[in-house]
């Protein structure tokens, strides 16, 4: 028996027998970039999204869904210049090459940062992150903007962990990010309007911040995160 291949993101177990269905899988990783603001350093997060092919007695199905967070780190930092090479050459791992996608804080100055990274052939998705619990898309340039509340982002991961949709895996910051997980704190104003924040003396939650939004990308659009030419993507 074959073992299993993969291309780009497609998981496969060959097999010769035309009687076999082939059901393929897949392997992608979905990268979060959460942008400094102020004092706070650039941060991302990635998720590893995988459905792998698997054999009963006679015939081939799917596995179950696993998503895992399996790196989060912080950026120190730099101009917009430096930090769009950063993030070229992280998308140019060996590991997400042709299998990952990216989802980039494009809110108010940053809308210049992703500019850098057209330049530079890195694909991605822009996330402006609004107040509320709303998503929506708005086009300016052409271009589109996911709008996605902070509390819609937020209340997606928390629900997210506790029912193991998402897990935590095991890497050098992943006390840093359970911290910050932890620190997220829900309160209501006289209005009525919920406030979720979160943040500690390392920054204002940005590792989680950037696990949130790359969450979110898992289960949403895509146009991809690769360098070159690349197919457009579309509904998973």
Known sequence: MQELTQIGERLVLPCSDPAVTVVPGYRRYLVGLD????RDQNAFSIILDERVPQW????????????????????????YTELAVVVRNLMMDKMLTDRAYLVVDAGGPDRAFCDLLNTK??????????????????????????????????????SALHTSELQIGNFPMRRELQTELESFEMTVG????????????????????????????????????HIGETPLRGYW
């Not at 009963?56 to 730099?78: F, H, N, S, W």
């Not at 991605?124 to 898309?137: L, Y």
């Open 35 to 38: 942008i400094a603001q102020s």
């Open 190 to 225: 006289t209005s009525g309007r919920v406030r979720i924040e979160g943040g500690t003396d390392a920054g204002h939650a940005d590792i989680a911040m950037a696990t949130a939004m790359a969450y979110w990308l898992s289960d949403h659009r895509s146009v991809g995160a």
């Open 121 to 158: 052939a890195v694909m991605h998705t822009r996330m402006q992150i609004v107040g509320g619990e709303n998503e929506n898309e708005t086009r300016e340039r052409d271009i589109r903007f996911n709008n996605v509340g902070k509390n819609f982002l937020i209340g997606s991961l928390n």
């Open 56 to 79: 009963t007695k006679y015939a081939q199905e799917l596995g179950p869904r696993r998503r895992v967070v399996v790196r989060a780190e912080r950026i120190p930092l730099m101009a």
